[in-house]
């Protein structure tokens, strides 16, 4: 069982660049974050290997920067230039084998481990 725990959430303004945290007990394969608004079904923002490289979704690539600290067993989420269309819950997420490529790295059932979530509402 991996427990995972995110923090940093809250309200922004539009253009704003707030970070995310998700500390984590057991490392495992492989760490993405998630988002779900409201309506909407869940969908994978970015993931990182603990071996290496990292995947971005369409949406936030270019604004969004996935990041690791081993030491602090904490991966971090920063987002820069938010934009209303940004505002979601947004989840850390642990997989216990790796997925296979940037497809499956970004796909919610690749995980098995999941955090309780931390609001990001960006205001224009």
């Known amino acids: 069982q991996v427990q995972l725990v995110e923090s940093g959430g809250g309200s922004v303004q539009a253009g704003g660049s707030p970070r995310l945290s998700c500390t984590f007990d057991?490392?495992?394969?492989?760490m993405g974050w998630f988002r779900q608004a409201p309506g909407k079904e869940r969908e994978g923002v970015a993931s990182?290997?603990?071996?290496?490289?990292?995947f971005y979704a369409d949406s936030v690539k270019g604004r969004f920067t996935i990041s690791l600290d081993n030491a602090k067993k904490t991966v971090y989420l920063t987002m820069n230039n938010l934009k209303p269309e940004d505002t979601a819950m947004y989840y850390c997420?642990?997989?216990?084998?790796?997925?296979?490529?940037?497809?499956?790295?970004?796909?919610?059932?690749?995980?098995?481990?999941w955090g309780q979530g931390t609001q990001v509402t960006v205001s224009s």
């Open positions: 990182i290997y603990f071996a290496g490289g990292a």
């Open positions: 057991h490392r495992g394969t492989c």
């Open positions: 997420a642990a997989a216990r084998r790796a997925p296979y490529g940037a497809v499956w790295a970004l796909r919610a059932n690749e995980y098995n481990y």
